[in-house]
């Protein structure tokens, strides 16, 4: 049976290293990552949900992205994009879960968690801690791969890891 192994991370750079090491581990196709957006420029409030930012909606000097590409955190993932989420704001997503996160009209970051198997209250808390500024990473992998994986987000600095 699939199991959604979430974690919160509140440095980049302890993120960074977690999710190294499960990619050094085999788990790098699983790997979802989101994260708040705190370089967006100005963005629309009314805009619609699950809106994909363009480049030019996007501060280049610093944070995650830099160079004129995807860089930093979210780079270490394919698929990563920035999006407007309703209740939270613009928020960097990467992996299986970004997918998700596209296109969503009501549920938000919650409606995501939950359609990957988080249940709707754990869901609610980890939206605000990604509303507050932590880092939050969930890897779908099966039970017997959830003791190494829990174990190497805390190992990396992970809080509130949890199998679901």
Avoid: C, W
Wanted: glycine share 16%; charged share 25%.
């Amino acid at each position: 049976m699939t199991k959604a192994i979430v974690g919160v991370f509140r440095s980049k750079d302890s993120a960074t290293d977690a999710i190294n090491e499960l990619k050094r581990n085999g788990y790098e196709r699983d790997i979802s990552l989101v994260a708040r957006d705190e370089k967006a420029k100005d963005y629309e409030p009314d805009a619609d949900p699950g809106q994909r930012l363009t480049m030019e909606d996007q501060n280049l000097g610093d944070g995650v992205f830099a160079g004129g590409a995807l860089g930093g955190i979210a780079g270490l993932l394919a698929g990563a994009g920035a999006l407007l989420i309703p209740g939270v704001g613009p928020i960097i997503a990467a992996g299986p879960l970004a997918a998700f996160l596209t296109g969503v009209v009501g549920g938000g970051l919650v409606g995501g968690l939950v359609d990957s198997g988080i249940p709707e209250e754990r869901g609610r808390y980890f939206e605000e801690r990604v509303k507050k500024g932590d880092i939050l990473v969930m890897i779908k992998a099966q039970e017997d791969e959830v003791s190494e994986i829990s174990s190497v987000l805390r190992e990396n600095g992970a809080e509130d890891v949890e199998a679901h």
